[in-house]
């Protein structure tokens, strides 16, 4: 895909994050819209995936470690094939296999139960761990917010990774600034982040997370990294597409009621619409 086709794409995808949140009359979509851009860009461009073949042994692995953000992943799998758009509008509703976090057991192409933060990452290190005992090719890629990195367990991880050398492994610190309770400054500063991951020996890379020529160039430095595991730090803008949802804390989880919904949608028509005149 090139960068306009890209661009489109993450707009559609914001649309099934919008969609499904309010569907539920619940969710995340603060995170879900920021991390909108690294999910297009990992699954119709990084990652070694078949939708038509969810569990290959030599596929790519990717963890949600900030689980809550379930509808970007959701909608991005949807996006690419993994089980129908309309189920989106199923979040959360009892019976659907859409609920608030991603689960390995009903839904296609997850390939971790996450929502306690601080785990996810932890399980990607096992995967890339596992991947070298078998010697495979597989890579491994987790998303973790920049909130969730004020739990110890993350640095344990990260610990972890290093000492294995786990070059196979990328971890994305979706860096929106802002979490449940406010900006991450306030509540417990992670900040510099890029550091703390150059401390645990990581290769370290700055970007603008919703800018996919950086996003690229960070995913392709990442894969000629020897010996030791990358962290993308990825700046972005919490709520990114939805006019009143960008830099707000309060759109970390609570879903648009009609009018609100109607306003985001007309947001992301526009976008789209513009894409198309490039």
């Known amino acids: 895909m090139n960068k306009l086709e890209l661009m489109k794409t993450a707009n559609e995808v914001r649309k099934g994050i919008v969609t499904a949140v309010h569907s539920a009359k619940a969710g995340h979509p603060g995170g879900s819209l920021s991390a909108a851009d690294i999910f297009t860009y990992l699954y119709f461009e990084e990652m070694n995936i078949d939708p038509a073949d969810p569990k290959k042994a030599n596929r790519d692995r990717f963890v949600l470690s900030k689980g809550h953000t379930a509808p ?156 030791r595991p990358t962290a993308i730090v990825a700046k972005t803008v919490k709520g990114k597409g939805v006019s009143f949802m960008e830099n707000q804390a309060g759109w970390h989880g609570k879903a648009p009621n009609d009018e609100q919904y109607a306003q985001a949608m007309a947001d992301l028509e526009k976008v789209g619409e513009a894409l198309c005149q490039m």
């Not at 995967?127 to 640095?155: H, N, P, S």
């Not at 997370?209 to 000629?224: L, Y």
């Open 72 to 227: 970007g992943l959701y909608s991005v799998l949807a996006q690419r094939g993994y089980f129908p758009k309309e189920d989106l509008k199923t979040l959360r509703h009892t019976g659907s296999y859409l609920q608030g976090h991603p689960d390995m057991k009903h839904i296609p192409g997850v390939d971790m139960s996450s929502g306690s933060l601080g785990q996810g990452i932890s399980a990607a290190v096992g995967m890339a761990i596992a991947g070298k005992l078998d010697q495979a090719d597989f890579r491994v890629y987790t998303l973790v917010g920049d909130g969730e990195i004020q739990e110890g367990q993350v640095w344990e991880a990260a610990m972890l990774a290093s000492h294995k050398e786990l070059d196979n492994l990328v971890v994305i610190v979706d860096n929106n600034n802002l979490q449940i309770d406010g900006a991450i400054t306030e509540v417990n500063s992670p900040y510099p982040i890029d550091k703390k991951f150059e401390a645990f020996n990581f290769h370290v890379i700055n970007i603008d997370g919703n800018d996919f020529e950086q996003i690229d160039a960070a995913f392709k430095e990442a894969k000629q990294v020897k010996g």
